[in-house]
């Protein structure tokens, strides 16, 4: 029989040069063979994280869409400067990734999104657009493009989007007025 060297024979140590761990049916190989100093080497903990960040985008478990829109309401006679909010959490367990936000306000009141996961501005979470859009407009914002996020937008759980609805009209509101966010992308199983 042949003798095996396996790796507690050389505890606290590095193995020999060329050694090649045994792969068999237990093992499987978590490094690369480095050239310039001939030993093994331990992949990097962050190419792991990379690898299983590719595979959970990749993996669509449902669809997100208007159905989950999320809405501000702000009531009738509602004075100017008037903030009225609507939080959304993303599910425990659940990893969402964005693609497109549309974002729709209606006479008198501006709106705007903040995400839990953009740094806090003064323990406030930042909100998405620089200026609110405007009051009676209807604005998609495609994350993925130039000018935006450049990616994704990755939630998860408990995660929140926040709608935020401000009177903009100098004599108040004249009647019930809404913000309502459309978020658009995909539901997928987290990894990491």
Known sequence: MKNKIVPQQ?????PPKGWVP???????????????????????????REALLTAESLHTEDRIDER????????????QD???????????SEVWYLNRLNLITEAEISGNVRVSR??????????YLGTDLAASQNEDY???SPGQLGADLRLLGGDKL???????AVGGTTADRKVTLNIYGRKARRLV
């Open 22 to 48: 045994p792969l068999g049916q237990e093992l499987t190989l978590l490094g690369v063979y480095d050239n310039d100093s001939g030993y093994w080497m331990g992949l990097p903990l962050q190419v792991l």
């Open 10 to 14: 050389y505890a606290g140590q590095r």
């Open 162 to 168: 926040t709608v935020v609805a401000t009177v903009t």
């Open 142 to 144: 495609d994350l993925a």
């Open 68 to 79: 989950d829109k999320i809405e501000a309401t702000v009531p009738n006679a509602s004075a």
């Open 118 to 127: 953009f740094p806090k501005v003064d323990t406030v979470e930042k909100k």
């Open 82 to 92: 008037t903030v009225k909010t609507k939080e959304f959490e993303v599910p425990a």
